[in-house]
């Protein structure tokens, strides 16, 4: 039996062609799939743009109890001590965010565990802070210097830094009820070639679609730790994200993102 002809979805759901209109998406892409493998992969992800009326594909709304959890989860990180700076990241374009991750689809996005909207985990954006301090910063913040700046902020083996980088959230927006979720897709145009290098690339290969998931939209970042370390390291963050970009393709122009300061930290 060929891959393409192994069943995915659990016979009592066979029936169901399409996701509620608040599914969690999470739930769908990765437990609800007819068949796991060949074009199944992109009619699958497509089901959860529904074709409306005028004619348009449009996502899944989003649950009606994500706004009021948003709010008490901003609330409560903002009163985290000793004290936490929030930021409005937004995208630019598109954003691939766990892109890698495990799936039965190959490809997969980072959605919230209980409301399957997209966030930007922070151990991504610890990481990508961290790059940019010891690449870009000068006097440059070197790892090695156990007392430097650099294991203060970022921390090392044996002890965590003294700034915390939470999940970004998506910010809810009151204009638009669906997920900021949008179906993409790459193409490698010569499997062979990039398998191994033994066969030279022609115009005459087969492209290889593959569809995945991206996201767009505000989230907001929240780090909290000793003020003045806060501040500096949610600087060398905002440089990150608008030159180098978080999440997978960023050398195809995606995860750039625009930062707004919000509210001074609480204290």
Same mark, same amino acid.
């Given at each position: 039996m060929?891959?393409?002809e192994i069943?995915g979805r659990?016979?009592? %759901?066979h =029936?169901?062609?399409a996701?509620?209109?608040?599914? +969690?998406?999470g739930?769908w892409i990765d437990r %609800?799939?007819?068949?796991?493998?060949?074009?199944?992969? =992109?009619? +699958?992800?497509?089901?959860? %743009?529904?074709? !409306?009326a005028?004619g348009?594909r449009?996502?899944?709304?989003v649950?009606?109890? #994500?706004?009021?959890?948003?709010?008490?989860w901003?609330r409560?990180i903002l009163s985290?001590?000793?004290a936490?700076i929030?930021?409005?990241?937004t995208v630019?374009?598109?954003?691939?965010?766990?892109l =890698?991750?495990e799936?039965?689809?190959?490809?997969s996005i980072?959605l919230?565990?209980t #409301? =399957?909207?997209?966030y930007?985990? !922070?151990?991504a &954006?610890?990481?990508l802070a961290?790059?940019a301090?010891?690449?870009r910063l000068?006097?440059?913040?070197d790892?090695?210097?156990?007392?430097g700046?650099?294991?203060?902020?970022?921390g090392?083996l044996?002890?965590?830094?003294f700034?915390?980088?939470?999940?970004?959230l998506?910010i809810?927006d009151?204009n638009?009820?669906?997920l900021?979720?949008?179906?993409?897709? @790459?193409?490698v145009?010569?499997?062979?070639y #990039?398998?191994g290098g033994q066969v030279?690339p022609t115009?005459?290969?087969d492209p290889?679609?593959?569809?995945?998931?991206?996201a767009? !939209?505000?989230?907001l970042?929240?780090l909290? !730790?000793p003020?003045?370390?806060i501040?500096k390291a &949610?600087d060398?963050?905002i440089?990150?994200?608008?030159?180098d970009g978080l999440?997978?393709k960023?050398?195809a122009?995606y995860?750039? @993102?625009?930062?707004?300061r919000?509210?001074?930290a609480?204290?």
């Open positions: 060929s891959r393409e069943a659990r016979k009592v %759901f =029936g169901l062609n996701p509620p209109a608040t599914a +969690h998406a739930l %609800f799939a007819e068949r796991i493998g060949g074009a199944s992969k =992109g009619n +699958h992800l497509e089901r959860l %743009f529904p074709v !409306g005028d348009k449009r996502s899944l709304a649950s009606p109890l #994500y706004p009021a959890f948003f709010e008490r901003k409560q985290l001590p000793p936490t929030p930021a409005k990241a630019r374009g598109r954003l691939a965010v766990g =890698g991750q799936s039965v689809l190959e490809t980072a919230h565990h #409301y =399957g909207v997209p930007l985990p !922070g151990s &954006l610890k990481g961290a790059h301090a010891r690449e000068e006097p440059r913040w790892p090695k210097d156990e007392d700046p650099y294991n203060v902020v970022f090392r044996e002890e965590a830094g700034v915390t980088f939470h999940d970004a998506w809810p009151e638009d009820p669906r900021p979720l949008d179906l993409d897709v @790459m193409t145009h010569h499997p062979d #990039y398998g030279l115009d005459w290969d290889n679609p593959i569809p995945f998931l991206s767009r !939209g505000s989230y970042l929240a909290t !730790g003020p003045g370390w501040e &949610l060398v963050l440089g990150a994200l608008s030159h999440g997978a960023t050398a122009g995860g750039r @993102m625009g930062v707004k919000e509210e001074a609480v204290r």
